[in-house]
């Protein structure tokens, strides 16, 4: 047996999550924003953050690239090192929602498997998964970081879109065509959803 197993309790905290939102005027939760590279998640995400901060919303953004500078520097791109990816993206969003902070998660996290798997984690209404929802096509155009052509030189392998699928969610909470919207309407959307679903995070 492992030192999981036989070691290692789990220690509750001593403030409640009804103390924290109290303190913070409102309840932590999760909002997922998934989709292709280049379908707008990181700056959605900054936008999102910086209207929820505006509004003196404790919230903080983990962007799926960053956390591969640290976090997950230890992982590649096999689907095996992706669903680890995303699991480790899970935990620590958890962490944050334990503190009683709006989480504003940006990555990729192409299978639902893993998706749902974190969704598990959270108490129901706490994870509000978005599908930021662009073509292919529109994704290339843009390919802010390169990473399209590369892709397509065979620089890059199990590339998420053009070597790696990427499976679109079934039942998102929210569906955006960012294809077809600016950053400030899919911002509105989502601001919209998190304010007025019963349940959400900031349901008044």
Same mark, same amino acid.
């Given at each position: 047996m492992?030192?999981h197993e036989t070691n290692?309790?789990?220690?509750?905290? &001593?403030?409640?999550p009804?103390?924290?939102?109290a303190?913070?005027?409102?309840?932590?939760? &999760?909002?997922?924003?998934?989709g292709?590279?280049g379908?707008?998640?990181?700056t =959605?995400?900054?936008?999102l953050e910086?209207r929820?901060f505006?509004?003196?919303?404790?919230t903080?953004?983990l *962007?799926?690239?960053?956390?591969r500078?640290?976090?997950n520097s230890?992982?590649?791109?096999?689907q095996? *090192?992706?669903?680890e990816?995303v699991r480790r993206?899970?935990?620590v969003a958890?962490?944050? &929602?334990?503190?009683g902070? =709006?989480v504003?998660v940006?990555?990729?996290?192409?299978?639902?498997? *893993?998706r749902?798997?974190?969704?598990?984690?959270? $108490?129901?209404?706490? !994870?509000?998964?978005? !599908?930021l929802?662009? $073509?292919?096509e529109?994704?290339?155009?843009?390919d802010?970081?390169?990473?399209y052509?590369r892709?397509?030189?065979?620089?890059?392998?199990?590339?998420?879109?053009i070597? $790696?699928?990427?499976?679109?969610?079934?039942?998102?909470?929210l569906?955006?065509?960012?294809?077809?919207? $600016? =950053?400030?309407?899919a911002?509105?959307?989502?601001?919209e959803a &998190?304010?007025?679903?019963?349940n959400?995070?900031?349901?008044r």
């Amino acid at each position: 047996m492992g030192n999981h197993e036989t070691n290692i309790t789990w220690q509750q905290s &001593v403030i409640s999550p009804e103390n924290r939102m109290a303190l913070n005027g409102h309840r932590g939760g &999760v909002i997922w924003l998934t989709g292709l590279s280049g379908s707008g998640k990181t700056t =959605i995400a900054n936008e999102l953050e910086r209207r929820l901060f505006h509004e003196q919303i404790h919230t903080f953004t983990l *962007d799926g690239d960053n956390l591969r500078h640290g976090l997950n520097s230890d992982l590649g791109f096999t689907q095996a *090192d992706r669903a680890e990816n995303v699991r480790r993206l899970g935990e620590v969003a958890k962490l944050f &929602v334990d503190a009683g902070l =709006i989480v504003i998660v940006a990555a990729i996290s192409p299978f639902r498997i *893993d998706r749902e798997k974190v969704r598990a984690m959270f $108490s129901h209404g706490l !994870f509000t998964e978005v !599908f930021l929802a662009c $073509s292919l096509e529109v994704c290339e155009q843009r390919d802010p970081k390169g990473l399209y052509k590369r892709a397509r030189a065979a620089e890059l392998l199990e590339f998420t879109g053009i070597s $790696s699928p990427y499976e679109e969610p079934l039942h998102p909470e929210l569906t955006i065509r960012t294809d077809e919207l $600016s =950053i400030e309407a899919a911002a509105d959307l989502i601001w919209e959803a &998190v304010v007025t679903w019963p349940n959400t995070p900031l349901a008044r």
